[in-house]
């Protein structure tokens, strides 16, 4: 270890390699506090070379490296391996450059999102990537994880924002691209391989973003609805009347609506009252205030009119949007009488959601038949999350909840992971989402590029092999 200790010290300097007893909790444990490991340094280097040194040292020694950025993917992505090094970007946090003529902005990958998000506007333009953990979710992580969040249904995910990329490979050699150009097609896009892939195939260090014009008015409502076919009529229908303006579509089951607003009671009033079976956040964005909220308010007016829509407020003000969007993000007290609670980030095709929830429902009821259950997330993007507390919680009911869960998803053919990765929890499911031949492929490309099995050892496919490569 002192061999270690003074090889990572001859890269970064020994003021920032960090023995264990000196780590601290948020490089070790993750948001959720479910998963902790005891790693045996935190190195925080400063420069894609430094980052190439920690790599190369570690990858001489054999040693684990993961890359810590917020701590937020809820799966335990960024905890590091016991006895691994936790690598931080965290001082590696500057804005290159933002260029208003190819409207992009290169970063550090140890940014934090709302800084970027931010620094965009700033200059006058957007950064659409927005998440509830914005104020921790860093550059790196959105990326490792290919996070989506509330503006898919418009600008897409991560993917579709990174342009440029630079990476550190398994090897200790830096991959550049920090290309500003859209359309790129020499050969393999190396950059895709990399984004999403949670650190296993290489550390990204620096991106070029993609931005939009900003835009200079924003139409939020809370819709009441009665049946999910008319929540999927009015998600067509306003993308429609919205000429592509339409951002988010979050939907809400009952369940999630009463809690929610309960536990915010304290805070702000009920937006709209009790009683319709799906609650509905939708929000436009433009570029003309006046035609803007008359093309919004006339395609509401309309659904109230054809009874699709059975009641709807609209933010009159900053003040109310945030409101109503509290409803949907606010959920600390909400869930409070649900804990200890089992989380879910899945999707599917629209189509297939009300089957879906209807089967979890119905696994989950006929082990647990006291279970809570509450069903809410991105659905314009074919995205729900699911959450679960049947009273209490240990090793053997989160599997006995996973397999619930997970056979639903498997019987729609959905997706165990839509956004925050398989880090490992989701791990032993892999084969309800993927192919043989898929996982195949994948550990291929695991092997040729981190043949030595360092970067992020324990994740992903590891762990899939670790709980026997079960299905
Ligand atoms: C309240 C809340 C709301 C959320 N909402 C959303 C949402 O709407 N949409 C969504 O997609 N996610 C959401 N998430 C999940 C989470 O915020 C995202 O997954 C985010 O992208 C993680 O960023 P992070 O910096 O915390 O990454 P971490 O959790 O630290 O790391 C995630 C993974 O990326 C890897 N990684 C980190 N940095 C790098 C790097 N530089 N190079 C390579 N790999 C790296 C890590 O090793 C790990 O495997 C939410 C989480 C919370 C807590």
Redesign the pocket.
Known sequence: LENLASALAGVVGGDQVFAEAEIGDRYRI??TRKYASRPAFLVRPATAEEVAGVVKVAAERGVPV?????????VG??VPADGGIALS?ERMNRIMEIDPVSMTMTVD??CLLQNVQDAAEGAGMLLPLD???RG???I??????N????RVLRWGMTRDMVIGLE?VLADGSIVSSLTKMLKDNAGYNWKHL?IG????L????RAVLRLRPLPTSRQTALLAINTFEECALILRRLEQAMSGRLSSFELMWEEFYTRMTEGQLPDRPRPLPLGHAYYALVEAMGCDRESDEAQFERALEELLGEGLVQNAVIAQSDREREALWAVREDMMRGIETMRPLAGYDISMSLSDMPAFVEMARSNITAVYPHAKITFYG?AGDGNLHALVGVGAIDAQIVHQLDTCVFDAVRAVNGSISA???I?TSRAPFMSWSRTPEELRLMQLLKNALDPGNIL?RG?MLDAWAAAGKPG
């Open positions: 993750d948001f993961t890359v810590v950025g917020g701590q937020t993917s809820t992505g960024a970007l990958a140890g998440l509830g953990s921790s979710a860093t790196g992580g959105v990326i490792g994880t996070a989506g969040g509330n990476a990399l892939s949670e650190g296993t290489g550390v990204v260090v991105h956004e925050h990765g880090g992020n994740k």
